[in-house]
């Protein structure tokens, strides 16, 4: 099993930034991407962002330019710095971890964590 915790989360004007953090623990192996993942309120969870264990990124286009993602792999922690906010980015957020970045894009994996709440006004 895998345990993720996320947070960093809250309330944001548009044009705001936030930072996102989440620990990771249980079957977590070294070469894992971490990834963020995001579920707006009646739509299905989508992916956003990943990081490979040796720092490559990869994200959904609606995000590029705006979100970074980076990891610490000594601690097993995935962090999203949120910059230029939308309304549209209004979402709960989760993180993941897998060894299969086509895995990761799909969002449909065994476990997850209670995600953060990110709310983006106008």
């Known amino acids: 099993q895998v345990q993720l915790v996320e947070s960093g989360g809250g309330l944001v004007q548009a044009g705001g930034s936030l930072n996102l953090s989440c620990v990771a623990s249980?079957?977590?192996?070294?070469?894992?991407?971490m990834a963020w993942f995001r579920q707006a309120q009646g739509k299905e969870r989508e992916f956003v962002a990943a990081v490979s264990n040796g720092g490559g990124t990869y994200y959904v286009d609606s995000v590029k330019g705006r979100f970074t993602i980076s990891r610490d792999n000594a601690k097993n922690t995935v962090y999203l710095q949120m910059d230029s906010l939308k309304p549209e980015d209004t979402a709960v957020y989760y993180c993941n971890v897998d060894l299969s970045l086509p895995a990761l894009r799909t969002a449909k994996l065994h476990w997850w964590g209670q995600g953060t709440q990110v709310t983006v006004s106008n």
């Open positions: 249980g079957r977590v192996f070294s070469r894992s991407f």
